[in-house]
């Protein structure tokens, strides 16, 4: 039974390692180093913020570098490195900004927006209306004026940019501004293109307007499985308030290990 496991795995790193030409969008490969890191001595450890578990001094550093290393990166005021995945990132966002009966904008499963979103997903789990956006299927993007006019009578509580079929910067700039004028918190998910975010490569949501920068941590950006929340001070200091024990308990240190090692590449490399 051990043998099987093991053969099962080295006949995987085989094949997807050394002998196949990996093309899927939605997944990345981690330096060697960033790898090593977890399976380090992190991966059975605990902490916490209410210093419960002893010994965590070196852990607590690391997330702090990493938080850092984040706000750096993406020039931001808050980093929040816990969420498990880009799912629980969407799911801290919207939990936190919104009740049940009220009405989340975002692009359909229709029209390449992220399925965990919808009415399957997390609105229909928080008892949200959603409301989608006015779509441009020749342009492949979010019709600006008829979007605006949605906004302005629907008047969402909260407004998600991004998707998973995106090939063209989303209306973020000529959007947020009235999204936030009817009262609606503004997210943009960027799981897919959080790489070229942080390489300046395709558009800025959070100078652009977005409150908050939502994602996952290893499609265009080349670090280890898991989330990450980037906001400015006002929504970010709720999320982290709100995060533990909410939404994450045990975040996974070797992974926030990689994750700081992986945002310490995308610094000095780009």
Known sequence: MIDEILNLVRAHERWRGKECLNLIPSENVMSPAVRSLLSSELGHRYTSRDRFYMGTRFMDEIEHYGEELAKDVF??????????????????FLACFTKPGDVLMCVSEENGGYPGLGELGLAGLLGLQVAPFPFSKERRN????????????????????GASYILFPHPVKELAEIARENGACVGFDGSHVL????????????????????????????????????????????????????????????????????????????
């Not at 979010?142 to 940019?161: C, G, L, N, Q």
């Not at 024990?245 to 700081?260: G, K, Y």
Request: hydrophobic share 45%; glycine share 8%; net charge neutral.
């Open 75 to 92: 020039e931001v005021e808050t980093a929040e490195l816990r969420p498990l995945s880009g799912h629980i990132a969407d799911l801290t």
């Open 142 to 161: 979010i019709d600006v004026e008829r979007a605006a006019e949605a906004i302005k009578r629907v008047k969402p509580k909260v407004v998600v940019f």
């Open 195 to 270: 790489g070229l975010i942080a390489g300046k490569h395709f558009q800025d949501p959070l100078r652009e307007g977005a409150h908050a920068l939502l994602g996952s941590t290893h499609k265009s950006f080349f670090g280890p499985q898991g989330g990450i929340i980037l906001a400015d001070r006002e929504h970010g200091e709720v999320l982290k308030e709100k995060i533990f024990p909410r939404f994450v308990d045990n975040a996974h240190w070797n992974r926030i290990a990689a994750l700081a090692l992986a945002l310490a590449e995308m610094k000095n490399f780009w």
